[in-house]
C-alpha cells in the first residue's frame, strides 16, 4: 500500500501533454507550426517550464517565472523564428532544413516545480518534402475506343521534392512494361526551387469485350513515411465503330436515336412528295 501511495503521488506532480502537433511533412521553402498542448491535473503543483527540443538540440523554452518568459537556443539547423506559449500550450515556428527527405524529431517537455520538478514529454516527427498537392493528371483519354485499338496515356504530376514514382494499373493489376518503354518513371529537371515534374506514358491493347476499361495512375513520393496520391480513369469499348465516332463528341444514345429518326424521316417525307408530282 505504501509503494501505490509513491507511485499516486509521482502520477499527481505530473502535467499531461493531451496532444502534440507536429506536420507529418514540412515544406523547407515555410516555417513548420508546431504546438504542444497541455494540462495539469488537481494537485499538481505549478508549471515550471516548456522546452521545445530539435532532435537531441534545446530549440525554445518558455518559463512563466521568469522576465522575459521565454527563450529561443539557434542551432546550424535553423532556429525559431515566433513562440506564444501559455499555461495550457506553447506554440512555435521553426525553420527547416534545406535537405530534402530529412527526417526530424521534435520534443516537447513540460515540468512542474519542484521540489520534485516532475517531468513528461513527448516526440514527433517531421520529414522535409514538397508533397504533391494535387492528383496526377491522366491524358490521351479520349471518349470511346475500339477493340483491337492500341490507346496511348500518360500521367503526369506537378513538381515536387523528392519526385514522385509513377505505377499504372490495368483493371486493378500492374501494367506489363512494353519492350520499348523505359521501366523508369521519366523526371524533369529541377525549378527554381529544386523541384521535379514526373510522368511516365502507358500504351493499352484494348482486349476485352467487357465493355469499359479501367487504369489508375498512382504517384509514390518516397518519403518516410511514403506519400503517395492517384488518379482513375475510365475507357469505354464502343460496341459499333460507326456510333463510337458519333458517341465519342459527347451525344448521349437518345441524341443518336433522334438522329437516326429524322433521317428516316426525310426519306419518306422525300418519297411521298415524288409520287405527289407524278
Known amino acids: ?25 514540412g515544406d523547407p521553402r515555410r516555417d513548420a ?13 505549478p508549471l515550471h517550464s516548456v522546452k521545445w527540443y530539435r532532435d537531441n538540440n534545446e530549440i525554445f523554452r518558455y518559463t512563466p517565472g521568469q522576465q522575459p518568459p521565454t527563450r529561443t537556443f539557434n542551432t546550424t539547423a535553423g532556429g525559431v523564428t515566433r513562440g506564444s506559449c501559455n499555461m495550457n500550450s506553447c ?33 514527433k516527427y517531421l520529414t522535409v518534402a514538397v508533397t504533391l498537392k494535387e492528383d496526377p493528371v491522366i491524358t490521351g483519354v479520349s471518349g470511346n475506343v ?3 485499338e ?18 499504372w494499373y490495368v483493371d486493378g493489376r500492374p501494367e506489363k512494361t512494353e519492350p520499348w518503354m523505359s521501366d523508369n518513371t521519366e523526371v524533369s529537371s529541377a525549378d527554381d526551387f529544386g523541384l521535379r515534374s514526373s510522368w511516365r506514358p502507358l500504351r493499352v491493347r484494348v482486349a476485352t469485350a467487357r ?8 504517384a509514390n513520393q518516397p518519403t518516410r513515411p511514403p506519400y503517395m496520391r492517384s488518379s482513375n480513369a475510365t475507357l469505354v469499348v464502343a460496341r459499333s465503330p460507326h456510333l463510337s465516332m458519333y458517341t465519342a463528341s ?29
Open 150 to 167: 492500341d490507346v496511348l496515356l500518360n500521367c503526369s504530376t506537378r513538381p515536387a521534392m523528392p519526385p514522385a514514382n509513377i505505377v
Open 91 to 123: 506554440s512555435i515556428s521553426v525553420v527547416l532544413p534545406r535537405r530534402y527527405n530529412t527526417r526530424v524529431s521534435f520534443t516537447c517537455e513540460v515540468s512542474t516545480e519542484g521540489p520534485r520538478f516532475a517531468v513528461v514529454n513527448q516526440t
Open 33 to 45: 507550426d508546431l504546438i504542444c498542448h497541455y494540462v495539469s491535473e488537481r494537485g499538481d503543483p
Open 211 to 218: 465493355g469499359f476499361i479501367v487504369v489508375r495512375c498512382e
Open 1 to 25: 500500500m505504501e509503494w501505490l501511495s509513491v507511485v499516486n503521488i509521482m502520477i499527481a506532480t505530473a502535467h499531461n501533454i493531451t496532444y502534440l502537433e507536429v506536420p507529418q511533412y
Open 146 to 148: 475500339q477493340l483491337g
Open 250 to 278: 459527347g451525344s448521349s444514345s437518345a441524341e443518336v436515336a433522334m438522329v437516326l429518326a429524322t433521317c428516316i424521316s426525310i426519306h419518306i417525307f422525300s418519297k411521298y412528295s415524288a409520287l405527289s408530282e407524278v
